[in-house]
Each structure stands twice: as C-alpha cells, then as structure tokens.
C-alpha cells in the first residue's frame, strides 16, 4: 500500500495532483483544501494517501494532513459516502470543522458540502458521533495539561465564549471549532473575552 508520496509537484487540476517521486508521476485525486495547501509547480511536497484498488483500476487519494486522511477512512464507512462525497466534504469543512460538527450533530454544516442532502448527512452525523474525537466541551482542545480548578475554569471560558459566540449569529459547530483553535493557540491559558475576540479572527478567516 502506497500511503505516503513525498516528492516535487509537477502539475494540478481542478481536483487532482501529479507529484513527481523519482521521475514517477503519481495522479492523485485531493480535496480543494489540500490543493489550496499544495505548493506550486516544481517545489517540494508531501501527500499523505489512500490506496483504492477495483477490478479495473488503482487510484490515489492524497491529503495534506494525517487528520484530513483519518477523516476520508471514516467518511468512506458511511453508506452513500463514496470517495467523490467525502472529497466534497473535505473540500467544504476542515477536520476540525468537520469534527465539531460531529459532536454537536450540526447535520446542516455537514450538507453545506455539494452532493450531501439531508439524508446522507444524519447518517454521518449518526454513524461517526461515537468514532469521532469529542472537540466540543468533552474536547481534548478544553483540556490543559493542569487539573482540578484551573482546568475547571478553561472549560468554563470555552463553554462561555461559544455560548456568546452562538448568539452573535455563529453555528455552534462553527463556534466550537474556533473556540478550540483560539484555545489551542492561547496555550490552554486564555480568558471568556479573549477567547470570543480570537474565535472571532477565526471565524473571518
């Protein structure tokens, strides 16, 4: 199994890469969000990627991080999700998006992506709410490495920044992922306004 291909970009599409390893060209199908993360012609790369072999063909699917792969394999579980809809997804939501949007069972966020109607997006919502990590208030992300009162008073300030965050207009999955990508920066250590001020740099990003 080929999973990881590192090597000098040699040409990109509307979804796709060929990256040159060795004077091999390998065609791989990516998301518009790995594409976006892809340097430009003739500079140095790495893919992380999937292996789908059928009866008539071997294809690759390449990822800019090991989250966005993880991602793909469980989206791939999901009935009605081929490796096109799963693309789509992860052309639409980050894994941190996509996770939160797991956790607060946000179906809506999930059919922001072309092709995923209502249907297919209760069924991953359903299917990945126990295999995906729990980002929310249950987050690794709202839990620094200190215990006890300190570590009480971080989620308090995550759970307060997403409620504020929320009633400016925001999903709460959108909240939640800004919120964890402020606190993650913040170092663990960061207060309800300073959170609500960078989960808003986020969220215009």
């Not at 989250?67 to 809809?85: F, I, M, N, P």
């Not at 709202?142 to 215990?147: D, I, R, V």
């Not at 929320?166 to 993650?184: D, E, H, K």
């Amino acid at each position: 199994m080929i999973a990881l291909l590192k090597g000098i970009i040699e040409d990109k599409g509307p979804d796709w890469a060929i990256i040159d390893v060795g004077g091999v060209g390998y065609r791989v199908a990516c998301s518009a969000k790995t594409l976006d993360a892809l340097p430009a012609h003739g500079e140095p790369a790495v893919l992380h990627t999937e292996m789908l072999v059928s009866e008539n063909a071997i294809r690759l699917v390449g990822f800019a991080t090991r989250a966005e792969r993880e991602w793909y394999g469980l989206l791939d579980q999901v009935q009605g999700v081929g490796t096109k809809v799963a693309l789509a997804i992860l052309s639409t939501l980050s894994p941190k998006e996509l996770e939160s949007a797991i956790a607060y069972g946000d179906k809506a966020m999930v059919s922001r992506a072309p092709g995923v109607g209502p249907k297919v997006a209760t069924r991953i919502v359903s299917e990945l709410k126990d295999k995906a990590p729990a980002l929310a208030l249950a987050s690794a992300e709202f839990s620094p490495a200190a215990g006890g009162a300190e570590e009480a008073e971080v989620r308090s300030a995550g759970r307060d920044a997403i409620s504020a965050l929320v009633n400016l207009g925001y999903g709460r999955a959108q909240a939640g992922a800004a919120v964890a990508s402020a606190l993650t920066k913040s170092g663990g250590e960061a207060s309800t306004e300073e959170l609500i001020r960078q989960g808003l740099k986020e969220l215009a990003s």
